[in-house]
T-cell receptor
Framework: GAVVSQHPSRVICKSGTSVKIECRSLDFQATTMFWYRQFPKQSLMLMATSNEGSKATYEQGVEKDKFLINHASLTLSTLTVTSAHPEDSSFYIC????????????FGQGTRLTVV | AQSVTQPDIHITVSEGASLELRCNYSYGATPYLFWYVQSPGQGLQLLLKYFSGDTLVQGIKGFEAEFKRSQSSFNLRKPSVHWSDAAEYFCAVKRANFGNEKLTFGTGTRLTIIP
């Protein structure tokens, strides 16, 4: 199956700094990428949907100025957590859907963010 | 709006025993249905999916699921579980023929395997 690589897998940052997480589709072109946040022992919460070359669509309650998403190419999307605070500590997962109208989403390995 | 219910938060099964994880969905249209597995600290791996056709679908790792439209269910089964099956399992749904639409996930079922 298609491979989605997410980097870094773990990151620790100081409160007030920014952190960038990358999501790459390695062997396919991902027109659409999704960013999720997962709290311990809970399901995935969709944060935003990004389409290559256009602005991301954020879910209700997600601060777009805090969680900056860029999808500049068909194989790369980035999530930047700006001015991170301890409450932003979480597991972030991206997924990518191939082409237009693709039915299956492939998931990255996730990034564990800890803000100290 | 669509929703997915996984009634069992946590299930414990003996190794070698059979397994059934329940998933019910609420949807006004033909759904695409998925089961994913997540090991601790990892992303999600697709086990199987149903789009159309035969309502009994086979997946990886010996899993299967049956789509029952009359019951709005898509339960996951495995005849004999292995210790390596211990993980979190998520059922998900999206609208058919809407490529960019998001997946809606259930709350997950944590599977524990005892010797």
């Amino acid at each position: 199956g298609a491979v989605v690589s997410q980097h870094p897998s773990r990151v620790i940052c100081k409160s007030g700094t920014s952190v960038k997480i990358e999501c790459r589709s390695l062997d396919f072109q991902a027109t659409t990428m999704f960013w999720y946040r997962q709290f311990p022992k809970q399901s995935l919460m969709l944060m935003a949907t990004s389409n290559e070359g256009s602005k991301a669509t954020y879910e209700q309650g997600v601060e777009k100025d805090k969680f900056l998403i860029n999808h500049a190419s068909l194989t790369l999307s980035t999530l930047t957590v700006t001015s991170a605070h301890p409450e932003d500590s979480s597991f972030y997962i991206c997924s990518a859907r191939e082409g237009r109208g693709g039915t299956e989403a492939f998931f990255g390995q996730g990034t564990r963010l800890t803000v100290v | 709006a669509q929703s997915v219910t996984q009634p069992d938060i946590h299930i414990t099964v003996s190794e070698g025993a059979s397994l059934e994880l329940r998933c019910n969905y609420s949807y006004g249209a033909t759904p695409y249905l998925f089961w994913y597995v997540q090991s601790p600290g990892q992303g999600l791996q697709l086990l199987l999916k149903y789009f159309s056709g035969d309502t009994l679908v086979q997946g990886i790792k010996g899993f299967e699921a049956e789509f029952k439209r009359s019951q709005s269910s898509f339960n996951l089964r495995k005849p004999s579980v292995h210790w390596s099956d211990a993980a979190e399992y998520f059922c998900a749904v999206k609208r058919a023929n809407f490529g960019n639409e998001k997946l809606t996930f259930g709350t997950g079922t944590r599977l524990t395997i005892i010797p």
